[in-house]
């Protein structure tokens, strides 16, 4: 039997920047030189630390999901429901409601405001008929100036909100659009059904961007 150790074969550095062959001094070591052994302990504290914060933001979510008041649930469910409005009125190549400009002519306008030129607007707005806050068809597709109230007069003769209404009839029809006004019931949602809400548009939009994509 021999008694001559083993001469190790050789490996190549694990150091990614380094990458040089060397002859390990023990079976386990992946290091050809001691700068290298420090670089590979920098990069696993590295990584120790990176999970560690991603571990820590998940936590923070998770804790901050469960603060939420029913207002923040609310304003959340109104977010998801508005945002697939807007993506699904792009999508089939709307324009804006209340000023009847094409996309293209409002992009050419207004493409350099933040979050895009696009909203999408109450037809009747939320704070004198809170029942339809969440109605779909309640929430249309509005350029950011019509949206914000800037561009009156934009249908000739009309204000933001008249020239909204025409829009709409033009598009759903008077009866549509008189029976949304008349449109009184009480929408009083759990927590657990703004939850819902919100869940049920996020995944719309979702699927709505995945066709698109493709
Ligand atoms: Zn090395
Ligand atoms: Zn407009």
Redesign the pocket.
């Known amino acids: 039997m021999s008694l001559t150790v083993k001469q190790s074969r050789p490996k190549k550095c694990r150091v990614a920047g380094c990458r040089a062959t060397f002859v390990p001094a023990q079976p386990f070591q992946t290091w050809c030189s001691p700068d290298c052994a420090v670089a590979i302990i920098r990069q696993r504290q590295e990584k120790q630390r990176k999970s560690f914060a991603q571990r820590e933001r998940r936590e923070i979510k998770v804790r901050k999901e469960a603060l939420k008041s029913r207002g923040d649930h609310l304003k959340d469910a109104e977010k998801a429901v508005r945002d697939y409005r807007r993506t699904y009125e792009l999508s089939i190549g709307s ?7 094409s996309q293209e002519s ?1 992009l050419a306008a207004q493409g350099w405001k933040t979050g895009g030129a696009f909203d999408a607007g109450h037809f009747l707005g939320k704070g004198a008929r809170p029942e339809l806050r969440l109605e779909p068809s309640n929430i249309w597709l ?6 914000s109230g800037s ?1 009156m007069h ?1 249908r000739k003769g009309y204000t ?1 909100s008249q ?1 909204f209404r025409t829009g709409l009839i033009a598009r759903i029809g008077l009866e549509a659009v008189e029976a949304l006004e008349a449109d009184h019931e009480p929408r009083k949602h759990t927590v657990d059904e703004l939850k819902a809400i919100t869940a049920e548009y996020r995944a719309k939009t979702r699927e709505l961007k995945k066709g698109q994509a493709a």
């Open positions: 324009g804006c409601m209340s000023c009847g400009e409002i509005q350029c950011k100036a019509c949206n561009y934009a933001v020239g």
